[in-house]
Structure formats: structure tokens, C-alpha cells
């Protein structure tokens, strides 16, 4: 293993929202930045921004890359938050596709130059302050650089850099995009959260700013980031008065604009191996549904209607309320650890197909500050079972004693929540998908006995005996003559 060298030059290319954050950041940790941008207002935004925190010195604008390189030590350190580039190590900090990611580390492996992909969480805000990163790629090079990210990630409640060796190859862009599918799982819960609160429970926005700061402080979803910035949108006013959250119209464009492409290939690598991984899905499902408002409008309009709420939800007395409360605490957590599950089995998956040596306890180090899906019970929990079975032969979360505690505990609460939405039509995506999942991920008596028999009368799709031992997915060794051809 190569020793940590002392980085104290780096060239920052793309200097957006993100680049220009993750530039004044390392600036402010005493490392010069080079930057270089295809827009020259860019470049000048983060000028103007170091010139305000009187970083000015550890900032430096050129162009053209001949001239960014000759301002460069040895190694040559660029980060790029563009979706391509090259150097003598770069670090790709964009959510780019891992498959590209082993593409580049292929070809330019030959030439010496050391290519990391590594996904940065937290959002613009932690780009700037100090974000979780996640880096995969060879161990030399991820020896030289970790020293230096280490200084600006962020730091979780022990004052842990939220940052390690996710594993070698595409890993680390590949376990970024798993935490953005388990991000969309996440945000999907608690939003249908707020809307049976706000919509259904006719709950003003700062009593359910209230509920999500209570449910922040203690519990399964203390420290809950999500769970957090909710408490906060809840009760955000702006300068006329009024909820900002209540004019945000009911849309999420960013798997079809182009912008975002995690959630997408999220979902199609949890097709890809075969992983049933409904939370993360039917969140995905919602997004794309509520992007096109027009559409809908269009359907709402043939229908000469819709199927919105019925009726509210209400109680006797206040005792009740809070109980229903309780529940929808527990139904939350419940589909944000079946989030976590589905997506940590995928990056299992996928880390055995590929032969990453992906260490899971640093997975979960990586995620326990500066990211959005930041849980501080659940990355408790995960903590003190993968220091155990990080490497273990099977890292299946279903199969954890703990894990299934939690999700058993949860359950009728889950159900009860799933029932009531149901009764008054609230949209309910993710929590509906995750009691599904927990109702058949473990159940021997699945309805797809009959399905089985219906393949084989008409396809010859052979079966297997009840009589026989549980199996692997493997075609089965009998077929009736159901008809005669």
C-alpha cells in the first residue's frame, strides 16, 4: 500500500454548483485549487465567493488544460464534478454510470493513470461544508487521495470522516447510485408521511414541522436527515407569510429531464440480478408519474374526475391521535430500513458478480454524515452487525436477527397505516410496496403456486414437488400433461 502523500494542490474541473462548493471547501482546508470551467461565469462565481471568505489566495482561474496542468504538482490531482475527463489520477465526483467508470479505469489503467470514480452526497450545501464520498478504485490510489479527503469530508457525531475505500473498480459510483435508489425509497415514505398528515389529518404545516422534529430527536428515526430538512420545510415561511411548501407544485423532474440518472439505473440493476426491491421501485414509479403534471391533468380530465382523498382521518380524542402518530412513526421507519435493505442487498449482488471486495462497514461509515440518507439508529445498528460480517458469505440484511426484529415490530403498525390510507385513497406508493414485500419476502405460501401451474400447462415451464426441499432458482424437474397438444 502506498503511503498518504501531503496533496496541497488539486485542479477542481467544473465549477457549478457542486464543483464551485467542493472548491471554496478544500480552499478553506489550505489546499490551492486551480479551476477550470467551459463557462467563464462560473469560474468567476467561485472568485467572487472566495473573495468574500478571503480565500482568494488559494484560488486560481485558467485556461485551457496545458495551463492547469503546469500549475499542478506531483501527483497531478483533478477532480472532476464533469461527466468526463482525464489526468494523472483523476477523481471523478459526478453521478456518473459505474460501467463508464471501469470503461476509463480500463483504458487509461495502461497509460498509469489512476481513474476514481467516487459519488459525493449531501447536496450543494455539504458540497461546500463538508460532504460523505464514497471512492472505488485501485488501492494506490485511493492511498494517495484519502488523506486529503479525509480533511473535508464530513465528520459524523464521533468526528469520523464520513469517507473510505468503497472497493476497487466502478464500486464506489455503484454504491452511490444504490444510495440515491434507497434515497428515493426514503423521501417517497416520509413524504407520504406528510401528506396524511397535511392532506388527511387537516394538520397545519408547523404541527407537522412539530411531529418530524420530535420523531428526529428520538426513536428509530433519530437523526434522520430527511426526517430533519421535513421538520424544517414544514416551517419555513417566506417574506410575505406564507408556507413555502404550500406552493411547490407536486412534481419531480429530474429522472426525465436528463439531470438524474441514479434512480433510473438504481432500479435497472435491481432487475438486472434479480433483487425484488418494490420500496426503492414504487417510489421511482411516483416520481416519473408526477413529473408530467399535464398528463395527469389530461387523465384526471378523461376520467371526469380522479381518485383523490375520501374523506379525513379522524379520532375520538387526542389519545387516539397520537396513537395513529406512533404508527405512522413506525410505518415510516419500517419502509426507510426495508429501503435500506433492498439496496444494500443489490450492492451485495453486485459486489460478488464484479469482485469489488466492497468492506460494508466502511459503506455504512460512508453514509453516516454529510448524506441524505443519514440515519443515525439504522447506521447504529448496521454498524455493529457489519463489523462482524462485512466480508461474510452472505451479507443478506433479511437474514440478520436485528433487522428482523425491527421489521416485525414495525409491521402491524405499517399495516395499520397502509389500511387507513387505503380507506381515504391517500397516495401511498412506497409504504403499500414495503408491507407487500415484508408479506412475501419470507412467506412459503405464495399465491405464484398457482401461477407456476399455469406456466407449465401452457409453455412447458416444468415445476417442482412440495414434497421436494426448498430450492435455488433453478427450472424445476416435472411437467403435467394439463391438455393434450
Given at each position: 500500500?502506498?503511503?498518504?502523500?501531503?496533496?496541497?494542490?488539486?485542479?477542481?474541473?467544473?465549477?457549478?454548483?457542486?464543483?464551485?462548493?467542493?472548491?471554496?471547501?478544500?480552499?478553506?482546508?489550505?489546499?490551492?485549487?486551480?479551476?477550470?470551467?467551459?463557462?467563464?461565469?462560473?469560474?468567476?462565481?467561485?472568485?467572487?465567493?472566495?473573495?468574500?471568505?478571503?480565500?482568494?489566495?488559494?484560488?486560481?482561474?485558467?485556461?485551457?488544460?496545458?495551463?492547469?496542468?503546469?500549475?499542478?504538482?506531483?501527483?497531478?490531482?483533478?477532480?472532476?464534478?464533469?461527466?468526463?475527463?482525464?489526468?494523472?489520477?483523476?477523481?471523478?465526483?459526478?453521478?456518473?454510470?459505474?460501467?463508464?467508470?471501469?470503461?476509463?479505469?480500463?483504458?487509461?489503467?495502461?497509460?498509469?493513470?489512476?481513474?476514481?470514480?467516487?459519488?459525493?452526497?449531501?447536496?450543494?450545501?455539504?458540497?461546500?461544508?463538508?460532504?460523505?464520498?464514497?471512492?472505488?478504485?485501485?488501492?494506490?490510489?485511493?492511498?494517495?487521495?484519502?488523506?486529503?479527503?479525509?480533511?473535508?469530508?464530513?465528520?459524523?457525531?464521533?468526528?469520523?470522516?464520513?469517507?473510505?475505500?468503497?472497493?476497487?473498480?466502478?464500486?464506489?459510483?455503484?454504491?452511490?447510485?444504490?444510495?440515491?435508489?434507497?434515497?428515493?425509497?426514503?423521501?417517497?415514505?416520509?413524504?407520504?408521511?406528510?401528506?396524511?398528515?397535511?392532506?388527511?389529518?387537516?394538520?397545519?404545516?408547523?404541527?407537522?414541522?412539530?411531529?418530524?422534529?420530535?420523531?428526529?430527536?428520538?426513536?428509530?428515526?433519530?437523526?434522520?436527515?430527511?426526517?430533519?430538512?421535513?421538520?424544517?420545510?414544514?416551517?419555513?415561511?417566506?417574506?410575505?407569510?406564507?408556507?413555502?411548501?404550500?406552493?411547490?407544485?407536486?412534481?419531480?423532474?429530474?429522472?426525465?429531464?436528463?439531470?438524474?440518472?441514479?434512480?433510473?439505473?438504481?432500479?435497472?440493476?435491481?432487475?438486472?440480478?434479480?433483487?425484488?426491491?418494490?420500496?426503492?421501485?414504487?417510489?421511482?414509479?411516483?416520481?416519473?408519474?408526477?413529473?408530467?403534471?399535464?398528463?395527469?391533468?389530461?387523465?384526471?380530465?378523461?376520467?371526469?374526475?380522479?381518485?383523490?382523498?375520501?374523506?379525513?382521518?379522524?379520532?375520538?380524542?387526542?389519545?387516539?391521535?397520537?396513537?395513529?402518530?406512533?404508527?405512522?412513526?413506525?410505518?415510516?421507519?419500517?419502509?426507510?430500513?426495508?429501503?435500506?435493505?433492498?439496496?444494500?442487498?443489490?450492492?451485495?449482488?453486485?459486489?460478488?458478480?464484479?469482485?469489488?471486495?466492497?468492506?460494508?462497514?466502511?459503506?455504512?461509515?460512508?453514509?453516516?454524515?454529510?448524506?441524505?440518507?443519514?440515519?443515525?439508529?439504522?447506521?447504529?445498528?448496521?454498524?455493529?452487525?457489519?463489523?462482524?460480517?462485512?466480508?461474510?458469505?452472505?451479507?443478506?440484511?433479511?437474514?440478520?436477527?436485528?433487522?428482523?426484529?425491527?421489521?416485525?415490530?414495525?409491521?402491524?403498525?405499517?399495516?395499520?397505516?397502509?389500511?387507513?390510507?387505503?380507506?381515504?385513497?391517500?397516495?401511498?406508493?412506497?409504504?403499500?410496496?414495503?408491507?407487500?414485500?415484508?408479506?412475501?419476502?419470507?412467506?412459503?405460501?405464495?399465491?405464484?403456486?398457482?401461477?407456476?401451474?399455469?406456466?407449465?400447462?401452457?409453455?412447458?415451464?416444468?415445476?417442482?414437488?412440495?414434497?421436494?426441499?426448498?430450492?435455488?432458482?433453478?427450472?424445476?424437474?416435472h411437467h403435467y400433461e394439463w391438455k393434450p397438444a
Amino acid at each position: 500500500m502506498a503511503n498518504g502523500v501531503n496533496i496541497d494542490k488539486i485542479a477542481m474541473v467544473g465549477c457549478g454548483s457542486m464543483g464551485g462548493g467542493m472548491a471554496l471547501l478544500f480552499a478553506e482546508h489550505g489546499i490551492t485549487v486551480s479551476l477550470e470551467d467551459p463557462s467563464d461565469e462560473n469560474v468567476n462565481r467561485v472568485l467572487e465567493a472566495g473573495k468574500k471568505d478571503g480565500l482568494q489566495d488559494k484560488l486560481q482561474k485558467h485556461q485551457g488544460y496545458e495551463e492547469l496542468c503546469k500549475s499542478l504538482g506531483s501527483p497531478k490531482v483533478f477532480i472532476f464534478s464533469l461527466p468526463h475527463g482525464n489526468g494523472d489520477i483523476i477523481l471523478d465526483a459526478s453521478n456518473e454510470n459505474w460501467e463508464n467508470t471501469q470503461r476509463r479505469q480500463g483504458k487509461l489503467v495502461a497509460q498509469g493513470v489512476y481513474y476514481i470514480g467516487m459519488g459525493v452526497s449531501g447536496g450543494y450545501q455539504a458540497a461546500r461544508r463538508g460532504p460523505s464520498m464514497c471512492p472505488g478504485g485501485q488501492d494506490i490510489a485511493l492511498d494517495m487521495v484519502l488523506p486529503m479527503l479525509k480533511k473535508v469530508a464530513a465528520k459524523d457525531g464521533r468526528g469520523r470522516p464520513c469517507v473510505a475505500k468503497a472497493g476497487v473498480g466502478g464500486a464506489g459510483h455503484y454504491v452511490k447510485m444504490i444510495h440515491n435508489g434507497i434515497e428515493h425509497g426514503m423521501m417517497s415514505a416520509i413524504a407520504e408521511a406528510w401528506q396524511i398528515m397535511e392532506k388527511c389529518m387537516d394538520m397545519k404545516e408547523d404541527a407537522v414541522g412539530d411531529v418530524f422534529a420530535k420523531w428526529n430527536a428520538e426513536g428509530e428515526l433519530r437523526g434522520t436527515f430527511l426526517i430533519d430538512i421535513g421538520h424544517q420545510i414544514c416551517q419555513t415561511i417566506d417574506k410575505e407569510g406564507r408556507h413555502v411548501i404550500d406552493y411547490v407544485q407536486d412534481k419531480v423532474v429530474q429522472d426525465v429531464d436528463g439531470s438524474e440518472g441514479t434512480g433510473i439505473w438504481s432500479n435497472q440493476e435491481a432487475i438486472r440480478l434479480h433483487i425484488p426491491a418494490p420500496s426503492l421501485t414504487s417510489a421511482h414509479y411516483i416520481r416519473l408519474v408526477s413529473a408530467n403534471r399535464a398528463s395527469r391533468q389530461h387523465v384526471q380530465n378523461t376520467l371526469h374526475g380522479d381518485f383523490s382523498r375520501e374523506g379525513k382521518i379522524t379520532f375520538e380524542n387526542d389519545t387516539d391521535k397520537q396513537q395513529f402518530l406512533e404508527d405512522l412513526r413506525q410505518a415510516v421507519y419500517c419502509a426507510c430500513l426495508a429501503s435500506y435493505v433492498q439496496g444494500m442487498i443489490i450492492i451485495d449482488k453486485a459486489d460478488r458478480e464484479n469482485i469489488w471486495d466492497i468492506d460494508f462497514e466502511n459503506v455504512i461509515q460512508i453514509w453516516r454524515g454529510g448524506c441524505i440518507i443519514q440515519a443515525d439508529y439504522i447506521g447504529d445498528m448496521l454498524e455493529d452487525i457489519l463489523k462482524n460480517n462485512g466480508k461474510a458469505e452472505s451479507r443478506n440484511l433479511l437474514y440478520e436477527s436485528r433487522v428482523a426484529e425491527d421489521l416485525k415490530k414495525t409491521f402491524p403498525a405499517l399495516k395499520r397505516i397502509v389500511s387507513k390510507g387505503v380507506e381515504v385513497n391517500a397516495v401511498i406508493p412506497t409504504m403499500s410496496a414495503t408491507l407487500e414485500y415484508l408479506k412475501y419476502a419470507g412467506n412459503l405460501d405464495l399465491p405464484t403456486q398457482f401461477y407456476e401451474a399455469e406456466l407449465d400447462y401452457f409453455g412447458k415451464h416444468m415445476f417442482d414437488l412440495k414434497s421436494e426441499p426448498a430450492g435455488k432458482p433453478v427450472t424445476g424437474k416435472h411437467h403435467y400433461e394439463w391438455k393434450p397438444a
